[in-house]
């Protein structure tokens, strides 16, 4: 795998905690899920109101009509994310209890392409995050989902030890270890490289495009196995020229 190519490699994740903000999976949707020709979606904004999701935005039948969608998150048993929509309205009508007056929902009301990772059972909205997220690929069970504050915290697998341990103990770390990994002109065989953030007390907000950029601002220190100890800060604390 290689760090400068996205798609060299797959993220299995055996247990994990993932936050992803509002506004970014909002961004997901525009530029990814429904950035194609004839979408029925778009100018899609997500927030967060007492623990629910409002998903507000354009809705395309023969015009653009303003709709707005809001309801509770959990997660099914394939592990896909579940919107359960407790509220739907188009042009500011009740649409959820128009449409079961004649006997329909909320998937007869939306006609979605089922390879984007967005799709509509009844009246909930279904994301598979394996699929809007961009390179590299994710492989692993979304097991748990909740709302803190205007992020979506999703829980993969079990929320226990995998039993590999890294050589330096820390809060948000990311761990590579075996294979051959390249970052830049380096290679690394029977790979055992540890990203840790700091400061130490924060989720890890690390960016695969601009990786060199927080290796730059960051130090690092070599292991009796002859492995790497990377110390990066944030992307967000760096300067947008740096």
């Not at 247990?15 to 899920?33: C, G, P």
């Not at 979506?152 to 590579?176: C, D, E, M, N, Q």
């Amino acid at each position: 795998m290689t760090f400068d190519d996205p798609n060299s490699f797959v993220i299995r994740i055996t247990s994990a905690e993932v936050a992803i903000s509002t506004r970014t999976l909002a961004d997901l949707l525009n530029q990814r899920v429904f950035n194609y020709p004839g979408a029925p979606l778009k100018k899609i904004t997500i927030s967060t109101d007492q623990g629910k999701i409002v998903e507000k935005g354009l809705m395309h039948k023969v015009m653009d009509i303003p709709f707005e969608v809001k309801g509770t998150l959990d997660v099914n048993a394939a592990g896909d994310v579940r919107l359960r929509a407790g509220r739907v309205e188009a042009a500011h009508v009740s649409t959820k209890e128009l449409l079961h007056l004649f006997g329909e929902d909320l998937s007869k009301l939306v006609n979605l392409k089922q390879d984007r990772g967005v799709r509509i059972e009844g009246d909930d909205i279904l994301l598979s995050p394996a699929t809007i997220l961009p390179p590299p690929k994710i492989e692993g069970t979304v097991t748990g989902v909740r709302v803190e504050g205007d992020r979506i915290v999703l829980t993969f697998g079990a929320a226990t030890s995998t039993g590999l341990r890294p050589p330096f103990k820390a809060a948000s770390y990311i761990y590579h270890r075996g294979g051959v990994l390249r970052f830049g002109k380096l290679t690394m065989t029977d790979s055992d490289l540890e990203l840790v953030n700091y400061p130490p007390h924060s989720p890890f907000d690390f960016s695969l495009p601009d990786y060199n950029r927080q290796l730059v601002a960051g130090y690092s220190n070599n292991t009796v196995n002859h492995g790497l100890i990377v110390f990066m800060p944030d992307l967000k604390s760096l300067p947008a020229n740096r």
